[in-house]
C-alpha cells in the first residue's frame, strides 16, 4: 500500500487532539512510535519522522500536544505554547499518559511494543513519559531538554537512548551528568550518544541561528537516526 496519513483525534480536559499516524503497511498489530514535536507544535518535522518511522515498518504517530493543530509562528509564540507545561509537569505527565492509552486503543497498534521519541521540547517529554513509568519498549531524545520533572521517581523498565549535541546551551553537562544518574538510579538500560561541536536542533533542516546555539548538523543527524534505527530492531524484535 502507499503511504497513508490517518487522523487519531483524542480529547484531554476538553482540548481536542489531533494526532497524525503515518502507516504504510496493513494488517495485523503492528509496534508504533509516538512522536512528540518541538515547542513549535506537530509540524513537518514531527510528520516526516513520523513517515521515517513507517518506511522502517513502525506506525509512526505524530503528537498534537497543544490541541486543534495549534503552533506557535515566532519564538515568543511558541515559548508560550509550552510554558504551561514546562510549568507543571505533573500536568505535561496527564497529558503524555492520555495521548499513549489513545495510541493503544487503535486497533492496529500492538500495545506491549510502543516506543517514544521527541525533538527539542518533544525529548522531554518523551523521557517524561518513560520517567511516568508507562509500559513502553523504548525511548529517544533528539537534542532534547533534560530537566527533571520533579516528580515521585518511578522505575524505568524500557531502553532510553538521549542524542545530544556538545554545545547545546539548553542542555549543559550538568544536566547531562544530573541525568544519567536519575536514569541509573530508576533502573533504566540508558545510553546516551553526544556529538563533538554540535548545537541545539540538529535534526532540523532549518534550525540556523549558531548565535543562540541553534544548527542543523548532517552528520549528527543521520548518525542518531541510525542509532534509532538499531534500537527499534532491538525493542522491536519478538
Request: hydrophobic share 40%; aromatic share 6%; glycine share 10%.
Amino acid at each position: 500500500m502507499a503511504m497513508e496519513i490517518r487522523p487519531l483525534e483524542s480529547t484531554h480536559r476538553g482540548v481536542r487532539l489531533n494526532h497524525a499516524m503515518a502507516i504504510l503497511r496493513e494488517g495485523y498489530p503492528q509496534p508504533a512510535v509516538l512522536v512528540f514535536p518541538t515547542f513549535a507544535g506537530r509540524g513537518d518535522l514531527e510528520l516526516e519522522a513520523a513517515k521515517r518511522l513507517a518506511r522502517q515498518g513502525v506506525i509512526g504517530v505524530a503528537v498534537d500536544l497543544y490541541g486543534g493543530g495549534r503552533r506557535g509562528a515566532t519564538r515568543d509564540e511558541c515559548a508560550a505554547l509550552m510554558k504551561p507545561f514546562m510549568e507543571d509537569r505533573a500536568f505535561l505527565r496527564e497529558r503524555l499518559l492520555h495521548v499513549l492509552e489513545a495510541v493503544k486503543a487503535v486497533g492496529d497498534i500492538d500495545e506491549e511494543r510502543i516506543g517514544a521519541i521527541g525533538f527539542c521540547f518533544g525529548g522531554l517529554c518523551a523521557l517524561d513519559l518513560a520517567r511516568s513509568g508507562a509500559a513502553i519498549r523504548c525511548t529517544a531524545s533528539f537534542h532534547g531538554l533534560l530537566k527533571p520533572n520533579g516528580l515521585p521517581p518511578e522505575p524505568i523498565g524500557g531502553k532510553v537512548a538521549v542524542y545530544h549535541g556538545s554545545d547545546d546551551p539548553m542542555a549543559p553537562p550538568s544536566d547531562v551528568e544530573a541525568l544519567t544518574e536519575e536514569l541509573t538510579a530508576a533502573g533504566a538500560d540508558w545510553q546516551i550518544q553526544a556529538y563533538k561541536g554540535v548545537m541545539h536542533g540538529f535534526t532540523n533542516p532549518a534550525a540556523n541561528d549558531p548565535e543562540a546555539g541553534i544548527r542543523y548538523d548532517q552528520a549528527a543527524a543521520e548518525r542518531s537516526w541510525a542509532s534509532l534505527d538499531a534500537l527499534l530492531s532491538e525493542c522491536f524484535s519478538r
